[in-house]
């Protein structure tokens, strides 16, 4: 089962900062926090994965707080091409019989409008 | 760029027919993944692969196999297809317990 449990749907207009948390209560300490993206008729794609705090790529932010029990996706300025299913991932990159880093929950559906 | 390519983007079988689906990558990853999606049920984990001939069942293997018999090669076989197979699959590989990365997917019809 999925380790995580974000928000089913958000709607945001075009041109606003979009933020997208997930809970993560369980989170162990060897976790990594990790974010993909998928577009309607494609595979996820990667987006972006951090431990704590703040961690900046060319796409979005994550931030992490101290207890990192939950972590928030920022993606700045969305627009329309920012349409998509956002899913939220916790797992261990280290501990090679575990798969629970991979198990996908149903994301969050976000919505972009002009 | 890490390119990981199904087989067939669509397809079309009758209930209780044989299917495969296949999956290669050009990475020389270890790890490889079956996963199905269904509309509000988000990816489904079925098998994986973490080394050839290697399989592990993840979350729904029922009605599934699987095959690696080289590294870059894994297939899903649907021994008889079922109406309830319908569904589109998805196949991820990573190296290590990394960042995946996933194929197109194949959109399966069962009539």
């Known amino acids: 089962l999925a380790k995580t449990t974000q928000p089913i749907s958000m709607d945001s207009y075009e041109g606003q900062e979009v933020n997208i948390t997930c809970s993560h209560n369980n989170i162990a300490t060897n976790d990594y926090i990790t974010w993909y993206q998928q577009f309607p008729s494609q595979g996820p794609r990667f987006i972006i994965q951090g431990y704590k705090t703040k961690v900046t790529n060319e796409v979005a932010s994550l931030f992490i707080p101290a207890d990192r029990k939950s972590s928030t996706l920022s993606l700045p300025r969305v627009s329309l091409s920012d349409t998509a299913v956002y899913y939220c991932?916790?797992?261990?990159?280290?501990?090679?019989?575990?798969?629970?880093?991979?198990?996908f929950g149903p994301g969050t559906s976000l919505s972009v409008i002009p | 760029d890490v390119k990981v390519t199904q087989s067939s983007r669509y397809l079309v079988k009758r209930t209780g027919e044989k299917v495969f689906l296949e999956c290669v990558q050009d990475?020389?990853?270890?790890?490889m993944f079956w996963y199905r999606q269904d509309p509000g049920l988000g990816l489904r984990l079925i098998y994986f692969?973490?080394?050839?001939?290697?399989?592990e069942k993840g979350d729904i293997p029922e009605g599934y196999s699987v095959s690696r018999e080289k590294k870059e090669r894994f297939s899903l076989i649907l021994e008889s297809a079922s109406t309830n197979q319908t569904s589109m699959y998805l196949c991820?590989?990573?190296?290590?317990?990394?960042?995946?990365?996933f194929g197109e997917g194949s959109r399966l019809t069962v009539l």
């Open positions: 991820a590989s990573s190296r290590g317990w990394g960042e995946l990365f």
């Open positions: 991932l916790v797992g261990d990159r280290v501990k090679e019989t575990s798969y629970d880093k991979v198990i």
């Open positions: 692969s973490y080394d050839v001939k290697m399989k």
């Open positions: 990475m020389d990853h270890e790890n």
